[in-house]
């Protein structure tokens, strides 16, 4: 099983295509108000268009009224919508893609009530888009009784590696980085998104 990559919080098009060249099989593109890695449309657009065919495009939403939504995917090519707010499994359910789900830490309620969505980790406190590391081992019951997740949380070029080790001998979906391959201005940095890459590739051979 190959870990699936993805770098979240793109906002510039030359970023998403180093992500693309670096080796990341999703790309998240952020909607959320609170949010200092928000995109307008227009970037959004020319972001997703530079990289069609290549990588799949994840659409980031927290507590986003259905209006909201449907104005993003009207303009957007989108692969899968990622929900990181209190969203409803009949919300979840009401998505015409294929949806991931964030929940903090990981919550085996969460992935009850969830039942076949992929789940995101973050941390159990922080949330998305902190950087914040957490007991990634804590994944390893989830990934055992075969709910598939995404690993996030204070991942970094550095530590990803350990963070596979510590859940064990099953392997995640996925994991996501956004703050942990950032220079300035929240661009991506290339080399790091490289060295992140290399760092997964590299846990997946000792196994």
Not at 58 to 63: D, G, L, S, T, Y
Not at 100 to 114: L, P, Q, W
Request: charged fraction near 30%; proline fraction near 4%; charge should be negative.
């Amino acid at each position: 099983m190959t870990v699936r990559i993805k770098i979240c919080g793109i906002v510039h098009p030359d970023d998403a295509a180093a992500a693309v060249d670096a080796g990341a099989d999703l790309i998240g593109l952020n909607f959320v108000p609170s949010s200092p890695r928000r995109l307008g449309l227009d970037v959004a657009e020319q972001i997703a268009t530079v990289v069609a065919g290549r990588v799949e495009r994840v659409a980031v939403f927290k507590n986003a009224s259905w209006d909201e939504i449907e104005r993003v995917t009207r303009r957007i090519d989108l692969e899968r919508i990622q929900l990181h707010g209190d969203e409803t499994e009949q919300d979840v359910e009401l998505i015409d893609y294929p949806v991931i789900k964030a929940v903090r830490g990981a919550d085996r309620e969460a992935a009850e009530t969830y039942p076949g969505t992929l789940l995101l980790l973050d941390h159990p406190t922080q949330g998305g888009g902190q950087g914040k590391a957490w007991n990634w081992s804590e994944a390893a019951d989830l990934i055992a009784a075969g709910v598939d997740i995404i690993l996030a949380g204070g991942l970094t070029p550095e530590n990803v590696g350990q963070a596979l080790e510590e859940i064990g001998d099953l392997l995640p979906w996925g994991v996501d980085v956004a703050t942990g391959v950032e220079g300035n201005g929240f661009r991506k940095d290339p080399k790091r998104m490289r060295d992140f890459v290399e760092a997964v590739r590299g846990a997946e051979k000792v196994r």
